[in-house]
T-cell receptor
Framework: EAGVTQFPSHSVIEKGQTVTLRCDPI?????LYWYRRVMGKEIKFLLH????????ESGMPNNRFLAERTGGTYSTLKVQPAELEDSGVYFC?????????????FGSGTRLTVV | KNQVEQSPQSLIILEGKNCTLQ??????????LRWYKQDTGRGPVSLTI?????NTKSNGRYTATLDADTKQSSLHITASQLSDSASYIC?????????????FGAGTRLAVHP
């Protein structure tokens, strides 16, 4: 089966611009998660979709970040307007069920650089 | 506060040698503990998953141990290979609000030299 796909792999934008990241989860995986790693820090949770519904968005840093998952398939994460501190690697992961014995499959991430 | 701490931050070993990475956590309630390997430019890939009742789990040359009483885990790599060079991340699953949440450690960067 195909893995979790993220696009683009790299993005360099100027402060104040808008960027949209995309994640295609594994087909049939109801759960989709966004995580972020800023330089030198650990990976941190941003939000969790169950199908098209936002189950938990407690990790979203502020209202400049907007995530959507229309139709319960792929998801987008928009940053508008981008700030310097938004630079980092954004990971998407998906899982079939949110149970302890199920694994999470991660995408390769999008490296965002805001200059 | 739910935290996962890993040591050392970085490690250099020679090919063929063994090494052990450490993970301490203060996550409660605890669901399971996972070790991931992350190659540069790639996403984390699962190595092992252990629940509180399991104290050891192997995956090839990787062996993870868990002491749920002391809240400590280790990842032992045997007969290291150049391809083992990567970041190793300890992740504790925390059950909250009906769903699992992953709490990540900062990782240990391992470099295996010939």
């Amino acid at each position: 089966e195909a893995g979790v796909t993220q696009f683009p792999s790299h993005s360099v934008i100027e402060k104040g611009q808008t960027v949209t990241l995309r994640c295609d989860p594994i087909s049939g995986h109801d759960n989709l998660y966004w995580y972020r790693r800023v330089m030198g820090k650990e990976i941190k949770f941003l939000l969790h979709f169950v199908k098209e519904s936002k189950q938990d968005e407690s990790g979203m840093p502020n209202n400049r970040f907007l995530a959507e998952r229309t139709g319960g398939t792929y998801s987008t994460l928009k940053v508008q307007p981008a700030e310097l501190e938004d630079s980092g690697v954004y990971f998407c992961a998906s899982s079939r069920r949110d149970r302890t014995h199920y694994g999470y499959t991660f995408g390769s991430g999008t490296r965002l650089t805001v200059v | 506060k739910n935290q996962v701490e890993q040591s050392p931050q970085s490690l250099i070993i020679l090919e063929g040698k063994n090494c052990t990475l450490q993970c301490n956590y203060t996550v409660s309630p605890f669901s399971n503990l996972r070790w991931y390997k992350q190659d540069t430019g790639r996403g984390p890939v699962s190595l092992t998953i252990m629940t509180f009742s399991e104290n050891t789990k192997s995956n090839g040359r990787y062996t993870a141990t868990l002491d749920a009483d002391t809240k400590q885990s280790s990842l032992h790599i045997t007969a290291s290979q150049l391809s083992d060079s990567a970041s190793y991340i300890c992740v504790v699953t925390w059950f909250s609000g009906g769903y699992n949440k992953l709490i990540f450690g900062a990782g240990t960067r391992l470099a295996v030299h010939p």
